[in-house]
């Protein structure tokens, strides 16, 4: 795998897309980042402004951006929503349309491998809403024949988020404060470890072309020996 690499992430405004730029800024692996998205991020740390790229686009009519998805090695696919948020529709046209749109121009500019963040109990055939999306859109990614399709499947993202949902983060603290330190792998995922899994699995060797990472692949994941970072590297070379 090169260390000059080129990675785009679609789903950089989310928690997961935040937690997942912040590793990928942080690891020397990477020359540039471009983010795909909807709305400009001012950024204010020198690092983020002198190695991402912002390309705006209207994912509704996603067909008419090929050049937006141009020039990246790897891709790192964080979209998403909720029924509640966006409708049944809405969601749908998320978490299936937007990303396999955004897949379909990724290969076709020349992305060699694909991560998509899913969900665990992603099921084509569920008779539930949530799960049988996920499930769809996983198998129309697995269709596409990318040299490198990793998915990963995280349970209950953990995270604090900016946007005001009281339901949720009542729920997060219940289960912070009980199951997440009795069993952390059985039904949560904090951001950090999901970025770092994938971080990491994009160097991982002799994996197979397609390959469905359920919470706790992932958490064995974001364990490994990180990548070293321009910090690091820069310190080694000054010993």
Same mark, same amino acid.
């Given at each position: 795998?090169?260390?000059?690499?080129?990675?785009?992430?679609?789903?950089?405004?989310?928690?997961?897309?935040?937690?997942?730029?912040?590793?990928? +800024?942080?690891?020397?692996?990477?020359?540039?980042? +471009?983010?795909?998205?909807?709305?400009?991020?001012?950024?204010?740390?020198?690092?983020?402004?002198?190695?991402?790229?912002?390309?705006?686009?209207?994912?509704?009519?996603?067909?008419?951006?090929?050049?937006?998805?141009?020039?990246?090695?790897?891709?790192?696919?964080?979209?998403?929503?909720?029924?509640?948020?966006?409708?049944?529709?809405?969601?749908?046209?998320?978490?299936?349309?937007?990303?396999?749109?955004?897949?379909?121009?990724?290969?076709?500019?020349?992305?060699?491998?694909?991560?998509?963040?899913?969900?665990?109990?992603?099921?084509?055939?569920?008779?539930?809403?949530?799960?049988?999306?996920?499930?769809?859109?996983?198998?129309?990614?697995?269709?596409?024949?990318?040299?490198?399709?990793?998915?990963?499947?995280?349970?209950?993202?953990?995270?604090?988020?900016?946007?005001?949902?009281?339901?949720?983060?009542?729920?997060?603290?219940?289960?912070?404060?009980?199951?997440?330190?009795?069993?952390?792998?059985?039904?949560?995922?904090?951001?950090?470890?999901?970025?770092?899994?994938?971080?990491?699995?994009?160097?991982?060797?002799?994996?197979?072309?397609?390959?469905?990472?359920?919470?706790?692949?992932?958490?064995?994941?974001?364990?490994?020996?990180?990548?070293?970072?321009?910090?690091?590297?820069?310190?080694?070379?000054?010993?």
């Amino acid at each position: 795998m090169s260390t000059n690499l080129t990675a785009l992430i679609t789903g950089y405004t989310g928690e997961s897309g935040k937690a997942l730029l912040k590793e990928l +800024i942080q690891n020397n692996q990477f020359k540039k980042i +471009i983010l795909v998205g909807r709305r400009h991020v001012e950024y204010t740390d020198n690092e983020y402004k002198e190695k991402t790229e912002q390309r705006l686009i209207d994912f509704a009519k996603i067909d008419d951006y090929p050049e937006a998805f141009h020039g990246a090695d790897i891709h790192y696919c964080c979209l998403g929503t909720t029924r509640g948020k966006s409708g049944a529709e809405g969601f749908r046209q998320v978490d299936f349309d937007y990303i396999v749109g955004a897949a379909r121009l990724a290969k076709q500019e020349g992305c060699k491998h694909f991560h998509l963040v899913s969900s665990q109990g992603a099921d084509p055939q569920s008779l539930f809403l949530y799960p049988k999306v996920k499930g769809q859109t996983e198998t129309a990614l697995t269709q596409m024949s990318f040299e490198r399709l990793s998915i990963y499947r995280p349970a209950m993202l953990m995270v604090d988020r900016t946007e005001n949902r009281p339901l949720e983060n009542f729920a997060q603290t219940i289960i912070r404060n009980t199951v997440q330190r009795i069993a952390p792998e059985w039904i949560t995922t904090p951001v950090e470890v999901l970025a770092r899994a994938m971080c990491f699995n994009t160097f991982t060797k002799d994996r197979p072309s397609t390959e469905i990472l359920d919470n706790h692949a992932i958490f064995r994941l974001s364990e490994q020996q990180p990548i070293q970072t321009k910090e690091q590297s820069q310190a080694t070379n000054n010993s």
